[in-house]
Every structure is written in C-alpha cells, then in structure tokens.
C-alpha cells in the first residue's frame, strides 16, 4: 500500500535560519502534495506535484517558499529566513487519481 | 473563492446517540467532498468520498448542492469514534484539496 515517511519529525529551529523538511514516498506515485497546518485549523494547500514538477504552487505563502522533488519519488520543502509565523505541522501526501490522499505522520516545525 | 466550513470546533455526544458532522462548501464547479479523520496520534486518513455513495465504519454523508452541504451522520456513535474529523473538497483533477477547520467529536461512555 501506500505510505508516506516525513523528516523530521519535529524541528525546532531559530528565527532567520533555513529548513528543509523532507518527504519519502514508499511506493510510486505521481502526485504528491505539501499542507501546511497550524494549531486549530484544518491543513492548508501549499503545492502540488506532478511527477517533478510543481503543477500548482499557488499555495506557497511567499519566496521564501520552495519545494523540490528532483526524481519524482522524494520531495523537500525548503523554507529561507524562517519566521515565527511559520511554526506549524507540514503534512505530506501522496495520491490516487480516484482522490484519495494519503498523509504522512507530519514535521513539526517550531520557530524560536 | 473556494471554502470549506465546518462551524462546529467540538461536539460532544454520548454512546449510541445520533451524531450529525456539519459541513458547507463554496465552489465555483462541480466538487469531489470527502470527509478525513484522525485519530489520536495517528496520520490523517480517509473516511469517505461522495463519489462513492459509501458507508464506511456506520458513517454516511450526502451531497446537497442546493444547500452546497456535506454533512457526516452516524446513527449511533462509538466511543471509538471519538477523533478529529475534516471535511475536504477538490475540483475534477485532483491538483488541490480544500480542507475545513475540523471538528473534534468526542463520544462519552
């Protein structure tokens, strides 16, 4: 079946530094998407996959946003100058062209 | 612009009672809904789709599209129920999904 290992898990990191969060498929699947979700709110759509490329990154708060998935399997979301306001569980998911999303476990990012 | 409601943050309800999971949508198309779940400390997962008219652990919901609602109903609720449920929407294609807020539904013994 489908399953998604994200890492870190947890991440706890100081304001202006750079992170990457990274996301690896087990099985093959083209589409992979990045959620954002903060404390008490429903995930947020950050960008979506097609293979290697992004087909949609309209979700991407701001430049200093990006995410890359080389190879088409694993994906890494790579955020520069980290602010406070980014603290949140970044969720990765894989899947299926009948909708179903398949999620990881999440990375727990904490902005000091 | 494309939203997902669930105005419920908790309902509380205990063993065997109805439980109703509100949810309204605003899409300009034609909408897949489906409704996740995530128990405590695991990933979140699929309940249910609407596309496939199932029921899934005593769950159903219904398409409205004249009230533009996705309502999650369980005639008797388990304790095992209790868990945060997310109600989702994508257009035809699949390339991004709207999630609601959640509500978190907590069957009491």
């Known amino acids: 079946g489908a399953g998604v290992s994200q890492t870190p898990s947890n991440k706890v990191t100081e304001k202006g530094k750079y992170v990457e969060l990274r996301c690896d498929p087990i099985s093959g699947h083209t589409a992979l998407y990045w959620y954002r979700q903060s404390l008490g709110q429903g995930p947020e759509f950050l960008i979506y996959f097609q293979g290697t490329g992004a087909a949609d990154d309209s979700g991407l708060p701001n430049d200093r946003f990006f995410a890359v998935r080389p190879e088409g399997s694993v994906s890494t979301l790579k955020i520069q100058r980290t602010e406070r306001g980014d603290s949140a569980v970044y969720l990765c998911?894989?899947?299926?062209?009948?909708?179903?999303?398949?999620f990881g476990e999440g990375s727990r990012l904490t902005v000091l | 612009a494309q939203r997902v409601t669930q105005p419920e943050k908790l309902l509380s309800v205990f063993k065997g009672a109805p439980v109703e999971l509100k949810c309204n949508y605003s899409y300009s198309g034609s909408p897949e809904l489906f409704w996740y779940v995530q128990y405590s400390r695991q990933r979140l997962q699929l309940l249910l789709r609407?596309?496939s008219r199932e029921s899934i652990k005593g769950f159903t919901a219904d398409l409205n599209k004249g009230e533009t609602s996705f309502h999650l109903k369980k005639p008797f609720a388990q304790e095992e129920d209790s868990a945060m449920y997310y109600c989702a929407l994508s257009g035809g294609g699949f390339n991004k999904f709207y999630f609601g807020s959640g509500t978190k539904l907590n069957v009491k013994p």
């Open positions: 998911a894989v899947g299926r062209n009948t909708g179903e999303l398949f």
């Open positions: 609407h596309i």
